[in-house]
């Protein structure tokens, strides 16, 4: 608790020093205990997609979301910031069910999403043209900082649709498994509860081999980990996109997605 106490202080100051930059800060609107964090990853429909309602966008008590400023944030959608098209996402609901389980801790949400990335994007030291960004060292870095604040209680991860292709779905298993174990041994977490939610099922067709591969891989995944579950988006419902979520559905899917956390160990 005192490292915590001692880097709120230290961030206070640092804010205070920074008004142009950074704009004034309201202690008030800064968590004051040590927090349970969720680093949030994979692609455009983690980062979230979906039609936010203004009625509906009030922050939720006791959440908070670690900023593009790196700092605290009241959890105001939308949470991520890697598109202009950054909307609602499944992480709302999520930390809504969380809270409602955990009324006596805040949730501190880590957006490190970037939509469209496929797999490769998320190397070492890999750049991403679509986001302007280097997705693993931006989500690991970003993890890190608000680390100093609380505790890794989660990996969310929502990601497949770009490697639903040939060439790539072959090797969607043991690349997945790779970046998982490197996320682990890079915030020194070796047994963090990591949720992998299945990817869209907006259409009647029968799935294509690589979306059938790349669907098989995130379930024998999450079969062979004791820390690792996989969500099921059976009966969700897609935007006129045909690629993401609707509003409705990822408010399902985060409470999918915790209702799978709740079993871990």
Excluded at 93 to 107: E, K, L, Q
Excluded at 227 to 236: N, Q, R, Y
Excluded at 246 to 257: I, M, N, V, W
Aim: charged share 20%; proline share 6%.
């Amino acid at each position: 608790m005192f490292r915590f106490l001692f880097h709120r202080l230290a961030v206070g100051a640092a804010l205070l020093l920074l008004p142009l930059a950074t704009g004034s800060v309201n202690a008030a609107e800064q968590p004051t205990r040590e927090l349970h964090l969720f680093l949030l990853v994979g692609q455009s429909n983690m980062a979230g997609r979906g039609e936010i309602d203004p009625a509906d966008n009030a922050p939720l008590e006791g959440v908070w979301v670690w900023g593009a400023e790196d700092r605290w944030m009241p959890a105001v959608e939308p949470y991520h910031w890697d598109k202009s098209m950054a909307g609602a996402g499944l992480a709302k609901s999520f930390a809504a069910a969380y809270r409602a389980a955990h009324p006596d801790v805040d949730v501190g949400l880590i957006p490190a999403a970037c939509g469209g990335s496929a797999l490769h994007d998320w190397a070492v030291g890999a750049y991403f043209e679509q986001t302007r960004s280097h997705p693993w060292f931006d989500a690991t870095r970003r993890a890190k900082l608000a680390m100093t604040d609380g505790t890794l209680r989660g990996i969310l991860w929502h990601q497949g649709e770009s490697d639903s292709h040939p060439g790539l779905a072959e090797n969607y298993e043991a690349g997945l498994r790779e970046l998982l174990q490197r996320f682990r041994a890079a915030l020194a977490a070796p047994t963090v509860p990591i949720v992998i939610g299945q990817t869209g099922r907006f259409t009647p067709d029968a799935l294509s081999e690589p979306q059938q591969q790349v669907d098989a891989a995130n379930r024998s995944i999450a079969a062979a980990d004791a820390h690792v579950v996989w969500v099921s988006a059976k009966g969700l419902t897609a935007k006129p996109d045909g690629i993401h979520f609707e509003t409705a559905a990822l408010r399902e899917l985060g409470r999918r997605y915790y209702a799978a956390w709740a079993t871990l160990p």
